[in-house]
């Protein structure tokens, strides 16, 4: 398979300063996806579902779509589910894949492979992460619009606002972390914030839970963090010179993989975190 980040990652992880944490690639896919955006592991966790955007980020020309990769990397299916414009980030809940795509929320029937309805968000700009509650309300951000909207059912309210470039959102009980511009936010139950790590790269994308207060933050400017508990930040990943993206990322506890996509260069890469 082609080395697309082999000479940034072996750069990052020969530096003293990163003797803490450490990200060891494990494979990476041949190009054949169409700029990748968000993995998920399958419910049975026997391959992953890949967003891809088909063309441009921005592009509403339903030549959006929904993939199958192996958990070796190999593309078992193209076109999973189509008709989507440029979907980013997804998630599962109930046998339901729901995917962000620019201005709506598009769920897909997981055993059936298709779309079962569209949730429009009136005023989205760049639907891009998700993440669902306990309660089974679903959440996404808008990057470009600063907001979180709330999904239960059909109804769709504005949770947080005058946020700048949120991005990668998760529970954590009851607490909803996002991961910003300005940094790692924490909202707890009543919306109170708390910044939990500042000093990372600006352009936020993903955001994953290692283990409790304990997260991997990546940049689509192509930088990976690791947050500790006490809110300092160390660099991982820097692909910034190669100009590769350090995608949407999802993290696997069973075997301690990470997962990520890498936007335009059209690979997703597997890690072993340590």
């Given at each position: 398979?082609?080395?697309?980040?082999?000479?940034?990652?072996?750069?990052?992880?020969t530096?003293?300063?990163?003797?803490?944490?450490?990200?060891?690639?494990?494979w990476?896919?041949?190009?054949?996806l169409?700029?990748?955006?968000?993995?998920?592991?399958?419910?049975?966790?026997?391959?992953?579902?890949?967003?891809?955007?088909?063309?441009?980020?921005m592009?509403?020309?339903g030549?959006?779509s929904?993939?199958?990769v192996?958990?070796?990397?190999?593309?078992?299916?193209?076109?999973w589910?189509?008709?989507?414009?440029a979907p980013?980030?997804?998630?599962?809940?109930g046998?339901?894949l729901y995917?962000?795509?620019?201005?709506q929320?598009?769920?897909?029937?997981?055993?059936?492979?298709?779309?079962?309805k569209?949730?429009?968000?009136a005023?989205?700009?760049?639907?891009?992460n998700?993440?669902?509650?306990?309660q089974g309300?679903?959440y996404?951000?808008?990057m470009?619009?600063?907001?979180?909207?709330?999904?239960?059912?059909?109804?769709?309210?504005t949770?947080?606002?005058?946020?700048?470039?949120?991005a990668?959102?998760?529970?954590?009980?009851?607490?909803?972390?996002?991961f910003?511009?300005d940094?790692?936010l924490?909202?707890?139950?009543?919306?109170?914030?708390?910044?939990?790590?500042?000093?990372?790269d600006g352009?936020?994308?993903g955001?994953v839970i290692?283990?409790?207060h304990?997260?991997?933050?990546t940049?689509?400017?192509?930088?990976?963090?690791?947050?500790?508990?006490?809110?300092?930040n160390?660099?991982?990943?820097?692909?910034?010179?190669q100009?590769?993206?350090?995608?949407?990322?999802?993290?696997?506890?069973?075997?301690?993989?990470m997962?990520?996509?890498?936007?335009?260069?059209?690979?997703?890469?597997?890690?072993?975190?340590?």
């Amino acid at each position: 398979m082609r080395n697309v980040i082999g000479i940034a990652l072996t750069v990052l992880l020969t530096a003293p300063a990163l003797a803490q944490h450490s990200l060891d690639k494990i494979w990476e896919t041949e190009p054949v996806l169409k700029f990748p955006e968000c993995p998920v592991l399958e419910p049975g966790g026997k391959f992953l579902y890949v967003s891809n955007t088909g063309g441009g980020p921005m592009d509403k020309a339903g030549k959006g779509s929904i993939v199958k990769v192996g958990l070796d990397g190999k593309l078992l299916q193209a076109g999973w589910v189509t008709g989507l414009d440029a979907p980013k980030g997804m998630a599962q809940s109930g046998g339901l894949l729901y995917a962000a795509d620019l201005d709506q929320v598009v769920v897909v029937d997981e055993k059936k492979a298709a779309i079962v309805k569209r949730v429009p968000i009136a005023g989205a700009r760049l639907l891009h992460n998700l993440a669902i509650d306990s309660q089974g309300i679903v959440y996404v951000s808008d990057m470009f619009g600063g907001k979180v909207y709330a999904i239960k059912g059909d109804e769709v309210t504005t949770y947080l606002d005058q946020l700048n470039m949120p991005a990668g959102l998760l529970f954590s009980g009851t607490d909803l972390y996002i991961f910003t511009g300005d940094g790692l936010l924490k909202f707890d139950a009543a919306k109170n914030k708390t910044t939990v790590s500042k000093g990372m790269d600006g352009r936020a994308n993903g955001l994953v839970i290692i283990r409790d207060h304990e997260f991997i933050a990546t940049s689509w400017g192509g930088y990976a963090y690791y947050v500790n508990a006490d809110g300092s930040n160390q660099l991982l990943l820097d692909t910034s010179a190669q100009r590769i993206a350090a995608g949407i990322n999802l993290y696997d506890a069973k075997t301690n993989t990470m997962y990520m996509t890498t936007d335009e260069h059209n690979v997703l890469i597997a890690f072993r975190v340590k």
